[in-house]
């Protein structure tokens, strides 16, 4: 099945290939890529639309000496079984094994970490930069997609690299999608560069731009003069990289490696910045994702016949779905509530507000720092802006939430979806440290949901204040609580679940129902271990820790979030700053190093944080500290 592909293990393997046996390679690259994302989950359609453009990167620049620098990285696959990582493709994203995404640890060949978007100009033009001091020569190249470019970070970029003057080569891997259809006026300016004929006519002399290829050797030049020349059919300026300072080769087909190899080498030779605008297919060569592409851009184990996705065991709703089903009941009582996602309709819930309330509903583009300005400007005019990001990607608008927001005292609500433990994406999306990010804010409320009706509470409490409100909770299946209709809850009030007599565990978010098994757990090792549902990291309910402390003076916090700076550290300050020096405090939670990718469950058990984990540290506190 692989007979091409088993002789590839490094990229000079490539190129010794001839075009007919590469054509083979790309299709078993691609078979290789879908028959181990159907058992894994992955990043699939992506990686099938850069099959081509991989192999032509690796035929053409000589890797690891020149740099390639990927955008986001889920699209990496390929330039991973390329560079000495076939044989371990198979443990992709499991516990232990390849990572999603480029990482400098697991390859010389991954010459920048990667896993949010919009980086990739800057390290390439930083790696750039750096080679020019050293005097080093080698070639540095950013492979960024048409999504990632409606990141400000990659203008940012731009603007710099194209004065610079740096010799950097910008890939720019246009299939017009994002994770869903692309957004924004750039993507609507490639679509003219690809199709409008008013775009394709020559602003400048062709002459102009093949200026810019200086004299070189003998050997290259034969080589180069026929790329000049098949370089006429593809050198079409677009004016806005033009302007910039780029010179812009484009558009080629993503598809065709001889025109990618020949462009490449091309670019290759062009002084200062080029930015070469490739077009491909994105889930090509396996139909459900190529007509399904955005279902499939980040998919859990499918059937590979079929193309249908492997159902989850646990059949409750997830908190994705309820709250955006809560929002589209909250919607419909209150008119100034408008909804604005970063690229992330469909992971944050929001597609069915998207359909229900168009005037309402607001996606950015991958610019999570312009949403949260957005907000708190429409904040500003008596409007309710709910903003749902990622807990990782939020990290990314933090002055904009401390600056625009809370120092205005705006009510605008943030949905902080995937906080704390994500899993097989890993490090670079794990949602573990929002707590201690956000309950340093003023004026910010912080809360988390023990399930999905608290959420339905949490954000209906939310809609109905007057400061700004965080709400965060996890990936995946809610408890499956039968829903009731959205209440408030008392802001700053926590909620006691069980009383203990011992010891009380005061949990936070989706650690309370763990906490609660961990109870159960304690109880039959004769530990009384009452339960606390903290809801709120800020404001703490004072009074009830004062209360515990009082009546059991031995604390355990529990949250999915760094212990620094988290919940257990706004108890322990809390209980310091009073001296309560009686009281015996322990803190859950993760430990401050980056968590790595695994099934959410194993990393849980892995931290400790699953009910087994945690009844057996707080009976090793209670043995050490507690038993009278
Ligand atoms: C800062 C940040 N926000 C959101 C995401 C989620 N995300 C990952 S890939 C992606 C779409 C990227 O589109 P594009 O760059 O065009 O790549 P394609 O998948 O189309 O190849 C998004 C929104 C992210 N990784 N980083
Ligand atoms: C690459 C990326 O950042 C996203 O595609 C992410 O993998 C989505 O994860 P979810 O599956 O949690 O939506
Ligand atoms: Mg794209």
Redesign the pocket.
């Known amino acids: 099945m692989y007979s091409i592909l088993e002789k590839v293990d490094q990229p000079q393997d490539l190129k010794k290939l001839s075009a007919v046996e590469t054509e083979r390679l790309a299709d078993e690259i691609r078979q290789l890529i879908i028959h181990t994302v159907a058992k894994t989950g992955g990043?699939l359609?992506?990686n099938l639309?850069?099959v081509e453009l991989t192999l032509a990167l690796h035929r053409v620049f000589d890797s690891p000496r020149d740099k390639i620098v990927w955008?986001?990285g889920?699209?990496a696959y390929v330039h991973k079984i390329l560079t000495g990582r076939r044989q371990q493709f198979n443990t992709l994203r499991t516990l232990g094994g390849l990572s999603g995404f480029p990482k400098r640890s697991e390859s010389e060949h991954d010459a920048f970490g990667v896993?949010?978007?919009?980086t990739s100009i800057s390290a390439a033009l930083g790696i750039a930069l750096a080679r020019d001091i050293k005097q080093e020569q080698y070639q540095v190249l950013a492979v960024?997609?048409?999504?990632?470019?409606t990141?400000g970070q990659a203008f940012e970029a731009l603007n710099h690299a194209g004065q610079s003057g740096t010799k950097l080569i910008v890939v720019l891997?246009d299939?017009e999608?994002?994770?869903a259809k692309?957004v924004g006026a750039m993507s609507d300016y490639l679509t003219k560069l690809r199709s409008d004929p008013a775009y394709s006519r020559m602003k400048r002399d062709i002459e102009y731009v093949l200026r810019r290829i200086p004299a070189i050797g003998d050997s290259v030049a034969k080589t180069l003069e026929r790329a000049k020349d098949s370089l006429k059919y593809f050198l079409v300026p677009g004016m806005i990289f033009e302007d910039l300072g780029f010179t812009y080769i484009g558009p080629i087909d993503g598809h065709n490696v001889a025109k990618l190899c020949e462009t490449f080498q091309a670019a290759k030779a062009i002084e200062g910045p080029v930015l070469v605008h490739v077009i491909t297919q994105?889930g090509r060569g396996y139909g459900p994702a190529e007509s399904n592409a955005d279902k499939f851009?980040g998919t859990g184990p499918f059937c590979v016949d079929t193309g249908e996705i492997i159902k989850n065991s646990n059949t409750a709703p997830t908190y994705t779905s309820v709250f955006g089903q809560a929002m589209l009941e909250v919607a419909g009582q209150d008119p100034r509530i408008v909804a604005i996602t970063?690229?992330?309709s469909e992971?944050t819930g929001l597609k069915s507000f998207a359909q229900k309330f168009p005037q309402r509903f607001f996606d950015v583009g991958?610019a999570?720092p312009h949403a949260v300005t957005l907000a708190a400007a429409m904040a500003s005019q008596g409007m309710k802006p709910v903003v749902a990001i990622?807990s990782t990607?939020m990290q990314?608008a933090y002055d904009q939430i401390i600056h625009d927001i809370c120092l205005q005292n705006l009510p605008v609500v943030l949905c902080l979806d995937r906080a704390g433990i994500v899993g097989e994406d890993g490090a670079t999306h794990q949602g573990v440290f929002d707590l201690s990010y956000l309950r340093t804010v003023p004026n910010l409320t912080v809360m988390a949901p023990r399930d999905e009706n608290e959420l339905r509470h949490m954000l209906y409490t939310a809609i109905k204040s007057d400061s700004p409100t965080a709400i965060r909770y996890p990936r995946g299946s809610g408890r499956g609580t039968t829903l009731e209709p959205c209440r408030t809850v008392d802001i700053g009030k926590a909620e006691i679940l069980k009383e203990g007599k011992d010891l009380a565990l005061v949990a936070i978010g989706s650690m309370v129902g763990a906490a609660e098994q961990a109870s159960d757990i304690l109880s039959r090792q004769g530990i009384s271990a009452g339960v606390v549902n903290a809801r709120f990291v800020q404001p703490l309910d004072q009074a009830l820790l004062q209360s515990l402390a009082r009546k059991v003076g031995f604390l355990v916090t529990i949250e999915d979030n760094v212990l620094a700076g988290g919940f257990g550290a706004a108890v322990a300050e809390y209980v310091s700053d009073r001296h309560w020096y009686g009281v015996k405090l322990f803190r859950l939670g993760l430990p401050s190093r980056f968590i790595e990718h695994g099934k959410r469950d194993e990393l849980l058990a892995k931290y400790g944080l699953n009910p087994e984990g945690i009844a057996l540290q707080v009976e090793r506190f209670w043995q050490e500290f507690g038993a009278k």
Do not use: C, T, W
């Open positions: 990043h359609a992506p639309g850069v955008d986001v889920h699209q896993g949010h978007s919009s960024i997609g048409d999504g990632s470019l990141g891997n299939n999608m994002s994770i692309n994105k851009h970063a690229a992330m992971g991958i999570e990622y990607f990314r």
